[in-house]
């Protein structure tokens, strides 16, 4: 079950995992083509017993000791040492930009007396040129200290054909990965996140006791779609039970939210599907009815009002409760405000209350008034 989830939070929300994966590539592609490239040149050297000594005792000495490991470490330093570097650059007549330019390193292999010296740097005919001069200058300096061993040259340095950093492909992949992994974790943190912001934003938007849309809502909801479908005729119609207002508060919280709840059902049942139901006041509802004209939306709302002034039977009621609903409904026209459409439909409303309950619409006249 979570791997299914896990797989649909993905499917999902595809288009932006994709983005960071290509956001990521993107970056790391943009640093390769700013890196200076820089080229690594190896030299390696090999160490040995002096084939001049005189016994084989000599010998097995020299070989016991090269074992520990000491004198490849010690040799490695020399290698990379400042003045073998630095007397190098002096042969080569580099200057010190140029020499701060270039990085060696010399190492020793696992397992053996190889040493490995690699220079690293922009330029590769000059980085072979160091590796192999300072090996050179290395090499004699060791082999005048100690006459033990013997450091010699396994393999020159040769001018390298590619330069080692930047690899734009394999940056590039890591970086896509990278960003891949992070798009994916991102996108299932949003998506624990969302069910309980969704569930919350939810629980702020309906009235608690009935389950309809609260008033603060269905108002922003009205805005929206008077933003949204500008010349589309959006009717507004407010249905108040009378007959709750000295029966409400006598009848306990329970019966109270079971009555309201059941009410809601009944308004949403006789709606259409993008048609919205929200509490208007302690004793009243609104039905919001999008690309609805005022005849239609007259005979909706007065369908409801006949179905709402039949005796409603709950099952925590002992008998059944008379609503007395009146209902008013106002159409918005070019240049009203929400807030302007809903005064008309509240005054129509009135009117019907003061009537005889049937559904009242708000009629402009000339002057703007109501009739």
Known sequence: MALRHFFRTIQKAWRFILIITLLAWSIALIISNSTTPLYRATATFVISPNADLTSNRDMFTSLDTLDKRTISSTYADILQSNRVYVETARNLNMDALAISRFAPKATVQPDSNILVLSVEGPDPQVAALLANNMGQNGLNYINGLYQVYTLSFLDQAQTPGKPFVPQPLREGGIAAAIGLGIGIVLAVLG???RAPLEALRERMNTDQQSGAFTQRHLKRLLEEELLRNPDAPVS???????GLQDLLDALPAVVQSDLMRQVAAMLRNQLRGNDMVGRWG??????????????????????IRKVLDEPLSIETAREPLRLAPGAGLSTHQLDETPSQLAEQAELALRRSLEGDHATVCYERQSEGGAQ
């Open 191 to 193: 998506e624990t996140m």
């Open 236 to 242: 507004l119609g407010l249905i108040e039970l009378e």
């Open 282 to 303: 302690k004793f009243s509802f609104a039905l919001l009815l999008p690309s609805t004209p005022q005849q239609p939306a007259t005979h909706t709302i007065e369908r």
